[in-house]
Structures are given as C-alpha cells and as structure tokens.
C-alpha cells in the first residue's frame, strides 16, 4: 500500500475503535490509565509531508471507557501502518509552540512576514503534535548569532533562527539549494551560519548544513521566515522538510548517543594519526568545493580590477606624500609623548603599555552612583588602536551572568550613548589622554537608565551588600 492511500483512506469506524498507535516514548503516559495491551513495534508515519520510519506503541481499545479516555487525550492524527495493520495515530497531549524572546526588550525583526511567521507557527504545531504534545518556543535571531543552549524540562524544546551554540564562525555559506530546491533570492544567494564543530549534532540535507541539536535545543543555521518571505512555496517546503529531519533524528537511537559526539579518545600516535587522516580526508573534499566557489568569486572581481587598480595608485601616491612630509608619524608620536606622563598617573588605572597595534589600559574597580547607592561593576581593558579604533572589554565583572556593563552587553558592543563623538574623536585625533579620561568617566558616571536595553544597573551588587558579604 503507497503512502498517498496510506494516510487518504478512511479508516473504518471499528477500526477507529479498536486499533490506535502513539509514539514508543508516550507509552508510559498510556499505561499511567491503564492501558497495557500493546507493544513497540515499527511504524510509517507521514509527518509535515514527509514518510517518516518511527517506534510507536500499537494497542487495542477494547471499550467504549477506554476509547473516551483516548478521546480525552487527544484526537486522532494520521493513519500508522504498521506491517499491514493500519491503526489511527494519537497524540496523548496537544504540543504547544509560543513566539519566544531570549533578552528583555528583545523584538522580532521588522522584514519578517506576518503571514511566513505565521505558516512556521503552524508547522511547529504539527511538529509539537508528532513529537508527542512537546512545548516549542521559537525565538528570533539574536543580535550576536549565537545564543548557549537553555537547559529546561525534557518536553520544552528551543527553535532558535539564524542562530549557533557558540560564537566564533563569522563567516557565512551561501548555498545555491536546500534539499534540491533552488534557494536563491533577490539580494543573491541566501545566507546560512556554520555550524559548531563538537557540541550535539549536526544535521546536513546531504550537501549543506541545516540544523544543529544540541539537547532540547534546535539552531537553525538558517532562516526560514525571510526565505518564505521572497520565496513562499519554497520556503515553506524546506522548511517542512527540516523539521521532519530533525523529527526523524529525535525519534530515531541516534540521538540518545549523540549528546557529546566528540568526546574524544586518548591521545595516543595511532589515534592521533587516524584523527588527522580523518581530517585531512574531510578538509580535502571541503577544500576541493570552496575551491569552485572561490574561482566564480574570482572571476567576478576581475570585472572591478580595473577600478581598483586606478584606485590602488592614488592611495599608493597619497601614502608616500604622508610619509615624504612626516605628517602621521609626527602627530601621532608627538601627542603620545605629550600625554604619556597624564595616562601614567591617572588615579584609576593599575596599568597602561604600548604594543604594536595601540595603547592599552586596565582599570581599577569600576563603581557606578545612582539614586543612593553605589554599585560595584568591575574591572575593564580599553584598547586605542593607532588606526582610530577603540575596544573595550573586561578583565573581570561582578554581574551574576557575566554582564559587563549596563551599556555594554554580553552579546554586542558598547553604547556610548551622547558620549559617542566626543570619545571618537578624541582617539582618531590622537588625543589619548583626553580618551582616557572621556571613557573612564563613561563607565563611572555615564550611566543613563533610558539608554539600557538589557541590563539595568540594580543587577550588579552594591557596596553596602559586598560589605555585608563579607
């Protein structure tokens, strides 16, 4: 019997009464009311258009009580063949899928259609019916891309878009196709993330990453609402397609071994020859494919050489006119050496030093007054590059999930708010004392309540409460 007739037919009313199938893994919720006259075997099943293989638990109702408690349960789904038995497939409790946020004030993007966020909720639906009345939270993409998985209850799982476990992989693919379909939108090739390399498991289409599960956590490396957006149809029938993937993978034993696929071996010379070899093998078939890309990028910036090159000869000239008269070496070095001694004594640093790419600071603890009370933040690093550049980061924070600062967020860059010119400027004109003491009184006395978007200031803990602790 083909699939099409498989889940068309009407079943029987009889047989409606008689013979149901759930999953394997809902079986103990069953046998909790006392339904234990089945047992686990294999089933087809079509799940979001695709014919999937799954354990199921098929049982026999044997009267009406017990069909009202399967009524109660859940109402029939599709069709189940197992062997040449067809039996009505129930889910014991309906999923739920909600939109889901991950930071305060975190919004979903403007360019993504009501109506594809909508048809992804749907199919999220079904896909949280299937999989045995699972809770799913969609959440948008977050601004780094990355986002650590959320460890929560067995039945919640996350859906993060456009989204990673770990940051690190900047650079983006562009695939021509997913699973056969040509993805190709109005801007070019359609983005997607490379995955993380030793946490959970990678899912592929058989040419190109899609997905990674990493516990009750689902990245996708992709994003479905903007390609349904310039591509409906498409869009949705991959979409459909990665969910019944990653269905497949959750059902199957697989994925009960797959939590921690590098664990790695001991490091012996046989071991470390294998795992080289392996590498070496996959880098090649890797190396051979971006080869082919890089030759198409290639032959289209042949087409702007020329411009370039005119361009290349003016800076050329203009570069040895700058050193010919001494103009960049001459300011830069002349107002160092006038603020040398004013970096060296300021009262908040505990050390300043020049490498090859700038000046770096450390601070000293860093305190915030505000309504009253002070509150103790941390101890940052601030970088000036000799190119203009300023970096900020932290040596150690006192926030309770390792925030920074109210205006420098765990996963962005800082907001220097109406400080912003006058800090730029003063280190693209080489006036770094004047920066120094421009961003030491931004993270003391530069916070703004209106400008936080994440973290207010209450989170981090006050003197009174450290000398409590203490």
Request: glycine share 6%; hydrophobic share 40%; charged share 25%.
């Amino acid at each position: 019997m083909d699939t099409d007739t498989l889940h068309r037919r009407e079943i029987p009313t009889a047989q409606k009464m008689g013979m149901h199938a759930t999953l394997a893994s809902q079986q103990n919720k069953l046998k909790k009311i006392g339904i234990h006259n089945g047992k686990t075997e294999t089933a087809t099943l079509l799940v979001l258009g695709e014919e999937l293989i799954a354990p199921v638990f098929h049982f026999n109702v044997e009267s009406l009580a017990e069909l009202a408690i399967i009524n109660n349960f859940g109402i029939a789904r599709c069709a189940a063949r197992v062997g040449n038995s067809i039996y009505v497939f129930i889910a014991p409790q309906v999923g739920r899928v909600e939109k889901h946020t991950l930071y305060p004030a975190q919004k979903y993007p403007e360019e993504w259609s009501a109506r594809a966020l909508e048809l992804a909720i749907s199919d999220l639906g079904e896909f949280a019916k299937y999989a045995g009345g699972v809770n799913v939270r969609f959440c948008p993409q977050t601004p780094s891309t990355f986002h650590e998985p959320i460890r929560d209850k067995k039945d919640v799982f996350y859906f993060y878009v456009f989204t990673t476990p770990s940051g690190g992989e900047d650079e983006a693919l562009y695939p021509s196709e997913m699973f056969g379909e040509s993805i190709e939108v109005s801007g070019g090739f359609f983005p997607h993330l490379k995955p993380t390399h030793g946490r959970g498991v990678i899912l592929s289409d058989g040419k190109i990453n899609i997905a990674q599960v990493v516990g009750n956590n689902v990245y996708l490396l992709w994003d479905p609402i903007v390609l349904m957006g310039e591509k409906m149809a498409i869009g949705r029938l991959v979409f459909r397609k990665t969910l019944a993937h990653i269905f497949s993978y959750l059902l199957s034993d697989k994925s009960k071994v797959d939590e921690h696929p590098d664990a790695g071996a001991s490091l012996t010379e046989e071991n470390v020859r294998d795992q080289l070899d392996i590498f070496a093998k996959a880098g090649h078939s890797s190396l051979l494919e971006d080869l082919a890309k890089r030759e198409e990028k290639i032959r289209k910036k042949e087409q702007e050489l020329a411009h370039m090159k005119a361009e290349f000869v003016f800076i050329r000239r203009l570069n040895n006119f700058i050193i010919r008269e001494n103009l960049l070496d001459g300011e830069l070095q002349n107002n160092l050496l006038r603020d040398r001694k004013r970096i060296l004594d300021h009262k908040m640093l505990t050390g300043v030093r020049i490498t090859k790419h700038g000046i770096e600071v450390d601070t000293k603890l860093i305190r915030i007054a505000h309504n009253q009370k002070i509150y103790r933040i941390g101890t940052f690093t601030l970088r000036f590059s000799f190119h203009g550049e300023i970096s900020i980061w932290t040596r150690k924070t006192l926030h309770p999930t390792s925030v920074p600062h109210p205006h420098i967020s765990a996963w962005n860059g800082p907001c220097f708010g109406n400080a912003d010119e006058a800090i730029k400027d003063a280190v693209a004109e080489f006036r770094y004392g004047d920066a120094v003491d421009y961003l030491l009184d931004w993270l003391e006395n530069g916070y703004t309540p209106e400008l936080v978007v994440w973290n207010m200031l209450e989170e981090w803990p006050t003197e009174e409460a450290s000398m409590e602790a203490a």
